[in-house]
């Protein structure tokens, strides 16, 4: 499933990782967890004037053009008021503008909510989630982006080519193939619900994955709740170990690639949680692979010939 080269150096090594399907390549340096950054709580932010808080929620967000917004349990559902995809929504996850600790049922409502929106949208789908401002969220109150695109994102679009391609000179999902390779090393997470493992070529720190047993976001409607309760027992973990920020993507396919493709969800730590910046690198950037960019390169050019 994947290439490995081993660099040995005077105080560790260094292993150079390609996953065979995709070509991904990453870097793996265990001495540089020695260096002790991060901090293990997660810093308190003022709720004041937040949007996404019970005071201010159905005032400052908008509603779907029916005007309705989802609500289910503590969660409530609208567009994205800054979309960067073709169709955009937010779930905002609880009442309580930080939360440390949460519960599967939250989480379980949330899921629910995007999936029921999102299962009537067509196109490429994935469910996100940047959990506070370290990880890239603009507000450190807890929320799911749900997101459908004509065309699949860059990382979504390597697996469902190499799948489609292997499916087609071998005649079975690469997808069944990596389950049962996995299902027997030290990466696989055991004990769980779905299938969850540490994923062999990371594309972040702590990578894990879930292989999940369908293909659509519709597909995904009855397994919310094992999905949840595992998610949970990841997050604790993440916690238990120091590591409070977090992004995290459940990645769709279409009615069309049922035969290869399986819907996946891969989640991994950010380090430095603080309260004094929000990082230019999310979920986009980490997990989809497209940077989202805020200033036109046009308007660059002319702000340097309207500045000399």
Request: glycine content about 6%; some cysteine.
């Amino acid at each position: 499933m994947f290439h490995t080269n081993r660099y040995e150096h005077s105080r560790g090594f260094i292993e150079y990782r390609t996953e065979l399907l995709t070509g991904i390549k990453s870097r793996i340096c265990p001495e540089r967890l020695k260096r002790g950054i991060g901090r293990p709580d997660i810093p308190d932010y003022p709720d004041e004037g937040c949007p996404f808080c019970p005071d201010l929620v159905l005032e400052a967000t908008p509603a779907f053009p029916d005007g309705r917004r989802v609500q289910i349990g503590e969660c409530i559902t609208f567009p994205n008021l800054f979309p960067f995809s073709s169709y955009h929504i937010v779930s905002v996850i609880s009442r309580d503008h930080v939360v440390r600790r949460f519960s599967a049922r939250q989480i379980r409502d949330a899921l629910s909510a995007q999936v029921q929106v999102l299962s009537e949208v067509p196109g490429y789908v994935s469910i996100n989630w940047n959990y506070l401002p370290s990880a890239g969220a603009s507000l450190p109150h807890p929320h799911l982006q749900g997101l459908a695109d004509p065309v699949p994102d860059t990382l979504p679009q390597k697996y469902l080519d190499g799948s489609k391609q292997y499916y087609s000179q071998y005649g079975i999902s690469w997808w069944g193939v990596l389950k049962n390779k996995e299902t027997e090393t030290s990466r696989r997470l055991k004990g769980t619900n779905l299938f969850w493992y540490a994923h062999f070529v990371p594309i972040g720190e702590k990578e894990i994955r879930c292989i999940l047993p369908c293909t659509t976001v519709s597909d995904f409607k009855g397994h919310i709740p094992d999905f949840a309760e595992d998610l949970i027992r990841i997050l604790d973990f993440f916690q238990d170990m120091g590591n409070n920020a977090w992004n995290m993507s459940v990645f769709f396919g279409t009615e069309t690639d049922r035969a290869f493709f399986s819907a996946f969800a891969t989640i991994i730590v950010r380090i430095n949680p603080n309260s004094l910046c929000t990082s230019d690198t999310a979920f986009m950037e980490k997990l989809h692979f497209e940077p989202v960019i805020l200033t036109l390169p046009e308007d660059l050019g002319k702000l340097w010939c309207n500045n000399r």
